[in-house]
């Protein structure tokens, strides 16, 4: 069977409630995911969270640092926002800076690519932020587009629990599936794509 790769990837934390439980979930299912932080969600508490992550092998990327929409800011308050996130995240992990930043609300210019030196993520997901889509209603969404190559989208906001019941599913499906879950840079490696610029994916083969 031809090998097949998936990427978990986690937004909007990191938070002392519902990291822990992703994390969590990953280990029993002995898979790695990638956590995409927002820069004011980093205190003391929950960056000791976010290492944890980090240590068990998950890849740590930026997803801004106040979460607004960066097509209404100035290249220098993107340039600040990304900044203030990288540092913040090279000291949960050591000085390994992130490569992948996820614009929040996937809102997107042109010249975001010239200010933030990241490859852009997206990726596919289950409208995970709204509490009326129900954890089989997630997992039935995720399983049914996965794909080789894939970026799955979800949540790790505080009380997101039904993402966490979720991936309870859907792991040990698309491993039935036969699909390997890596990190977002194993991914392009494991597809063998060298990430280009101007350019955000939501499947590393075909974007
Ligand atoms: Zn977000």
Same mark, same amino acid.
């Given at each position: 069977?031809?090998?097949? $790769? ?19 979930? %990953?280990? =029993? ?114 399983? =049914? ?33 036969? $699909? ?6 194993? %991914? ?12 955000? $994916? ?6």
């Amino acid at each position: 069977m031809e090998n097949k $790769y998936i990427a978990l990837t986690f937004d909007d934390g990191p938070n002392t409630v519902t990291t822990p439980q992703v994390l969590e979930m %990953l280990k =029993k299912h002995n898979v790695t995911g990638s956590f995409f932080l927002v820069g004011d969600n980093i205190n003391e508490e929950s960056a000791r969270t976010a290492r944890e992550c980090f240590e068990y092998g998950c890849e740590i990327c930026n997803h801004s640092r106040t979460h607004s929409a960066m097509p209404q800011q100035t290249s220098e308050e993107i340039k600040a926002e990304i900044e203030y996130t990288n540092n913040k995240i090279k000291q949960i992990t050591g000085g390994v800076a992130p490569k992948f930043f996820r614009p929040p609300y996937i809102a997107l210019c042109d010249s975001m690519y010239d200010d933030i030196p990241l490859t852009f993520i997206c990726g596919n997901g289950a409208e995970d932020w709204l509490d009326e889509i129900s954890a089989e209603e997630r997992s039935k969404r995720i399983i =049914k587009q996965a794909q080789n190559g894939m970026i799955i989208l979800l949540h790790d906001m505080e009380g997101n629990f039904r993402t966490v019941q979720a991936l309870d599913t859907i792991i040990p499906e698309l491993k039935r599936q036969g $699909y390997t879950f890596v990190t977002v840079s194993d %991914l392009f490696a494991k597809c063998n794509v060298t990430p280009r610029k101007r350019v955000i $994916y939501s499947n590393v083969l075909t974007d």
